[in-house]
């Protein structure tokens, strides 16, 4: 059973555009991850959230937290070829254990 | 810095083979922790070492599979008489402290193919 559910899983779209992308559980994390993988590669760590509602922003991404703590998602401005990869979401379990989505698969055509 | 580096990056074991996957932290690293990546699904945590420690073992899918960390750096992740079911990439990641959100960094992964 996957505690993260991410939508979509596969995601293409032509470089300019905007796209969003949703991390969603049942339950409650004290926070969540959001990390980019590309191929052959192991995941990068992009952004933390911590509180409900919060929003961060890393050029042109923009994450948001819920309110209630049980999902994220991950906002991308002006889609760039350098943004294509896996997304993966994570919550933090027992013992600092990540507990990972399916993960995002976005591409973006030049 | 150096990051998280891992070896081999990829093996290739006949179906009952035994092989061993190695791990070397980031220096001074106290948390290691070793997940296992099967084609389009995210990492699911395997185990989980402080120091020399390990804390939980609780993904480790069966008793073939066996981690040790014996000076609390490098670990080796090892996999008894392999099955077709065990083929993935396996990510070892590190993190300073180990504590609830700190981070941790990860290394490339080895891709383990059974045949």
């Known amino acids: 059973t996957q505690l993260l559910e991410q939508s979509p899983q596969f995601l293409s779209i032509q470089e300019g555009e905007n796209l969003t992308v949703y991390c969603n559980s049942s339950?409650?994390?004290?926070?969540l991850q959001w990390y980019r993988q590309e191929p052959g590669e192991g995941p990068v760590l992009l952004v933390t959230?911590?509180?409900?509602?919060e929003v961060k922003k890393l050029k042109r991404l923009t994450f948001q937290f819920g309110d209630a703590r049980k999902d994220s998602s991950l906002h991308i401005t002006a889609a760039q070829p350098g943004d294509t990869g896996l997304y993966l979401c994570?919550?933090?379990?027992?013992?600092?254990?990540?507990?990972f989505g399916k993960g995002n698969q976005v591409v973006v055509i030049p | 810095g150096a990051g998280v580096s891992q070896s081999p990056r990829y093996k290739v074991a006949k179906r009952g083979q035994d092989v061993a996957l190695r791990c070397d932290p980031i220096?001074?690293?106290?948390?290691l922790f070793w997940y296992q990546q099967a084609l389009g699904q995210g990492p699911e945590f395997l185990t989980y070492?402080?120091?020399?420690?390990?804390?939980?073992k609780s993904g480790l899918p069966s008793d073939r599979f066996f981690a040790e960390r014996p000076e609390g750096s490098v670990s080796t992740l090892k996999i008894q008489r392999t099955q077709q079911e065990d083929s993935a990439v396996y990510l070892c990641?590190?993190?300073?402290?180990?504590?609830?959100?700190?981070?941790?960094?990860f290394g490339p992964g080895t891709r383990l193919t059974v045949l």
């Open positions: 990641a590190s993190s300073f402290s180990g504590m609830h959100g700190d981070t941790q960094y």
């Open positions: 339950s409650v994390f004290s926070s």
């Open positions: 220096s001074g690293h106290v948390s």
């Open positions: 994570a919550g933090a379990r027992g013992n600092n254990r990540l507990a």
């Open positions: 959230v911590v509180t409900g509602g």
């Open positions: 070492f402080q120091n020399e420690a390990q804390l939980d």
